[in-house]
């Protein structure tokens, strides 16, 4: 029986022991055709963590501070980690102020603080351990982490200005129709930006903000983790 092989594109984050690696098949016996990120979903590749779960928000720390992110998640040395969507959902937050949202990765800092509150990856794959290797956090009370100290990407930023303070014009509120945005998603696969967190000399970070007044807010990391050597 043939023994179909493909050659390892060049430039990838990891090692091969061969320039040429099986290509994959499906269980019935066709070559694997799904599309990427659907395949590292099958393979127990892909993760989801939560920052506030269900109808309990986290209360986020305010106004921008590059030093406290509401969310940070921290990568170890030789990982990779491919964050692939974020949802940023404001239950509440101020009146006339600008909300920003601001993600950003880059390497370098510290792992946050254990007196953070812990966001655990959760597996795709039901069947298999939520062993991400990654640390999660979320706090937004004036817990301080370090953001990336070297080649920081920011990657998305994107928000509303809010214009009327419905506390005090609570006239135009009962006139006017319509909501302010507060749910906010950034993907991949929709902008064509693909953040890589590796690096072999130290952790890599992503941050997140919910810049905001007093803002409670829901944040959704769906990231996947593909292998680093031939398997």
């Not at 043939?2 to 091969?16: E, M, W, Y």
Request: glycine fraction near 10%; charge should be neutral; hydrophobic fraction near 40%.
């Amino acid at each position: 029986m043939a023994d179909i092989r493909g050659k390892v594109a060049g430039r990838l984050p990891g090692t091969s022991n061969s320039p040429y690696i099986p290509i994959a098949a499906s269980r019935n016996g066709n070559m694997f055709t799904a599309d990427w990120l659907a395949r590292m979903a099958l393979e127990g590749r892909m993760y989801t963590c939560n920052a506030g779960t269900g109808t309990a928000p986290f209360t986020g720390g305010g106004a921008y501070v590059a030093t406290a992110p509401d969310v940070d998640m921290s990568v170890p040395s030789g990982m990779l980690i491919i964050p692939v969507f974020i949802s940023v959902t404001f239950e509440t937050f101020g009146t006339i102020l600008l909300h920003e949202i601001v993600a950003a990765y880059g390497k370098g800092g510290v792992i946050a603080p254990t007196s953070a509150t812990a966001v655990t990856p959760v597996n795709h794959r039901l069947d298999l351990g939520n062993d991400s290797g990654v640390t999660v956090v979320s706090d937004g009370t004036g817990a301080t982490y370090m953001t990336p100290a070297a080649s920081v990407v920011e990657f998305w930023r994107e928000g509303t200005e809010l214009r009327v303070n419905k506390t005090v014009t609570a006239n135009l509120q009962a006139t006017q129709s319509g909501t302010d945005p507060n749910t906010f998603k950034w993907s991949a696969l929709q902008t064509g930006v693909w953040p890589i967190m590796y690096a072999t000399d130290g952790i890599t970070r992503l941050n997140i903000f919910g810049s905001s007044q007093g803002p409670t807010m829901f944040v959704t990391i769906t990231f996947v983790k593909p292998p680093l050597t031939t398997e």
